[in-house]
């Protein structure tokens, strides 16, 4: 479909479709225009789309500026897809209706079965760089052919460079270097424009062996100004004596003889510049009249210079697209934590009006319901803050011989009384002869905890609640296992994907969607997962799985470990010890 997509100004990412209106198509800074461009370099009514038969031509309407495509300034000129139109500081892609891109429908690829085709030889990487630089049989005979394939060999790295590097620094570093092994330049240097205030600044610099690196390199600010205003690249064969520069004292100040420097011109605009030269001396030059740099040199490292600017760009937009994201994903966390935590402070506000009541008529009732309510509010503050504290930063897991029976025992106790209050039954089936396994404890017991929170939430308003777990060890896959089990409402096919996505949430509102992210990222750090099992109506089980890894216990250790089955269960008759889930748990 005919469109003009804007890719820089203040209009960027907007497209503009062609067959959306009749007629002619305005463009302007004007609000009544059909396409408004927000750039006070663009006149009211600076220009116009029409179709002529099967093309859409672009008319200047004696616009302050002129219109340009392509960078040539026009009147009147007809549109081909790809190209550029420059409105004030408004730069806009012209995609045209090309039937040809229907033909991407014809495309099919075949089994191997049904294709008779063989492959003869293949050519890895390596190989391809050995057949540029290899030299053929006349290559010292002919010294252009030897030329050309050094230039082809410079040219052939430099897109290796380009697209193997994302480094801006260690890119331009690697392209002087490739330079300074093809020309014989003293000193060379590679400056990029400020994105803010335009201004050029140094990025790399390289000096051949001999000359003093230590020393202060004076560039020709005649030169570059000439390069950068014309975006053309000029070689000088003896830039002191050179009629477009005779003007600047930075010349003989520099004591530059021969100089090039190229701009680096990308998509859409000049982003540094390239600046080799030579500082022979006067004594030297008088003995070798030929000069070092030639018209080849100056070309080629106009094609390196565009390799690099695209790569300049691409990087560029490659970190503002990361920083685009990261401002995004920071503002989401923003707004969906301050949501929580003003429902949080909402629920202490209302605990504290009951405590000041309670307090006021001597009501030891009102006050204890203030308090347990405010209480429960401050648990559920310190868990989002462990959670975002968890979330928040890469750790190692503190492995320790650790007994995973009284770490989810402990778990238990924590939310016992929840569970108790909500009227669910846990069930809790403990091995009862656990070895002593290597891992973080406080890094599971948040995991697990996480996952039993969620449990209880699931199962509350159903009949019967009951939220089982167990633990297993799996000697024949080294694998050690928590398994929470509960009878809710189970999630929907649809939802499954996305439970470990941080900040969604099934729960609505009561959830911050950080426990389950949270307790996969710690059983990842153990070199474990999480594995869910669900179906609407029927609960969910959720499996944290990591590595067996068992340890000899100290004989204090071994004694304890064998009776904790029955010193570390919970209390209370909602908890079931020793013995193995029955089938019909949740029947």
Not at 515 to 544: C, M, W
């Amino acid at each position: 479909m005919p469109s003009l997509f804007v890719i820089q100004g203040q209009n960027k990412g907007t497209r503009y479709d062609l067959l959306s209106h009749s007629g002619a198509i305005s463009i302007g800074r004007e609000s009544a225009n059909h396409i408004q461009l927000r750039d006070n370099e663009a006149s009211r009514r600076h220009a116009e789309v029409s179709r002529v038969g099967e093309f859409f031509v672009i008319y200047d309407l004696n616009s302050s500026n002129g219109t340009f495509v392509n960078k040539q300034k026009i009147e009147k000129a007809e549109l081909s897809s790809g190209d550029q139109l420059q409105i004030g500081r408004t730069l806009l892609v012209y995609s045209g209706d090309t039937e040809e891109l229907d033909s991407i429908d014809l495309v099919d690829i075949v089994p191997s079965h049904a294709d008779g085709s063989r492959i003869i030889r293949s050519l890895p990487e390596d190989d391809i760089d050995n057949l540029v630089i290899r030299q053929g049989p006349d290559d010292t005979q002919n010294l252009r052919l030897s030329n050309a394939r050094k230039s082809l060999q410079v040219m052939y790295r430099t897109a290796l460079a380009v697209s193997h590097t994302l480094d801006i620094d260690e890119l331009l570093r690697r392209i002087l270097e490739l330079v300074f092994d093809w020309i014989n330049a003293d000193r060379g240097c590679i400056m990029l424009k400020d994105p803010i205030s335009g201004a050029l600044e140094a990025r790399a610099r390289r000096d051949r062996a001999g000359v003093s690196s230590g020393s202060s390199m004076t560039i020709s600010r005649t030169i570059l100004d000439y390069v950068l205003e014309r975006r053309e690249g000029v070689l000088t064969s003896d830039a002191q004596d050179d009629e477009r520069f005779s003007s600047g004292n930075s010349v003989m100040q520099s004591g530059i003889r021969e100089a090039i420097c190229v701009p680096m011109q990308g998509r859409y605009g000049t982003v540094g510049a390239l600046y080799v030269d030579t500082t022979t001396p006067l004594s030297e030059v008088v003995e070798s009249s030929s000069p070092r740099f030639t018209e080849e040199h100056l070309k080629l490292l106009i094609a390196i210079a565009h390799q690099a600017a695209l790569a300049v760009e691409d990087t560029n937009y490659y970190s503002a697209m990361i920083q685009s994201e990261r401002l995004a994903a920071v503002g989401q966390t923003v707004a969906t934590l301050s949501h929580h935590i003003k429902n949080i402070l909402q629920g202490i506000r209302g605990g504290s009006y009951l405590i000041e009541m309670g307090l006021n008529d001597h009501d030891e009732v009102v006050l204890r319901k203030g308090w347990s309510i405010v209480d429960r509010n401050q648990q559920k503050i310190s868990s989002l803050v462990m959670d975002m504290l968890s979330f928040g930063k890469t750790r190692e897991p503190e492995m320790l011989p650790s007994n995973l029976i009284e770490v989810v025992a402990e778990v238990i106790d924590t939310v016992r009384q929840r569970a108790t209050d909500a009227g669910i039954e846990i069930v809790w089936n403990p091995h009862a002869n656990m070895q002593f396994l290597k891992f973080d404890p406080d890094g599971l017991s948040r995991a697990i905890l996480n996952v039993v929170t969620n449990a209880i939430d699931a199962a509350q308003d159903r009949p019967d609640p009951k939220v089982c777990i167990t633990v297993e060890l799996d000697r024949s896959n080294n694998t050690a296992s928590v398994i929470v089990s509960d009878n809710g409402e189970g999630i929907h096919a649809q939802a499954l994907p996305n439970i470990f996505v941080p900040f969604v949430s099934t729960k609505g509102s009561r959830g911050t969607g950080l426990g389950l992210a949270v307790s996969q990222k710690i059983l990842k750090e153990h070199g474990g997962d999480i594995n869910v099992t669900s179906s609407p109506g029927s609960g969910s089980t959720f499996r944290l799985e990591f590595p067996l890894i068992e340890m000899d216990p100290h004989p204090d250790q071994s004694k304890k470990s064998d009776t904790l089955a029955e010193d570390q269960q919970p209390d209370g008759p909602a908890t079931r010890l020793g013995e193995p889930p029955s089938p019909d748990l949740f029947s």
